[in-house]
Structures are given as C-alpha cells and as structure tokens.
C-alpha cells in the first residue's frame, strides 16, 4: 500500500451551522466548502490546516452513521482518512493482511474523491478511510 498523506480527519458534530462557527472564530479557520453527501446521509465542511483537512460531518438523517455514531459516543473524532495511490490495490491489500473491509469497492465520497474504509475492529478501534483523488 502506498499512503502519501493524511487527507483529513473526520469529526461527526450534532450542529454543523454552530461547528463551522466555533472552527472559524475560535481557531480561526476558513469553510472552504460545503457539500452533501446523499447516500451516507451526511452534509460535511471542509477546513485547511496546513497540508491536511478537518472535515465536519453532520448527519442528515436520524438513521443516518453519523448519527448512530453520535448517539453511541457523543460528537468526536469519526475517523481519520489517509490518501492512497491505487484504492483498489490498497483495498485488496489492507484485505490480504487479514483487516475487515467496511467497503469491498471504492465508492465516491466528498470532494469527488473515491474512498473506502476499514473496519475498527482490525485498525486499532480506529475507523479508517482509504482516499484517492482520481482527477489529479
């Protein structure tokens, strides 16, 4: 598996309008967009910090992960998201060393990325995602 960066880190958050708020006028830090994505049931916001992003994920459905998240461990860190030459390489890789795929293909996510994630149970307790910007 080839990982190149952590592309951003996930934080799933009950109000992302009063999210976006505390991100820009404590920290100081600027939404640089905003997008939703319909079939994980989420609308999320984007922050650069330096090389990485902050994405804030707030669930638009009440059965939606995010919420389920929420509800079972409060608002927090959701996941933490690496970038990946060669998704489906590293799907197929990350597999044969014996982790527990949540994805078996890479879908689209945010940002027009394609993304796949890793199940907790064998990253630690750590949701993972594997990202790669196809377009660049």
Known sequence: MQTTHIEHIGIAVKDLKEAISFYEDVLGL???NIEEVEDQKVRTAFFMVGQTKVELLESTSPDGPVAK???????GIHHIA????????ALEHARKKGVQTIDQQPR???EGLDIAFLHPRSTLGVLTELCEDKSK
């Open 30 to 32: 600027k939404c640089y």
């Open 108 to 110: 689209k996510g945010a």
């Open 69 to 75: 998240f929420i509800e079972k461990r409060g608002e």
């Open 82 to 89: 690496f970038a990946v030459k060669g998704i489906e390489e």
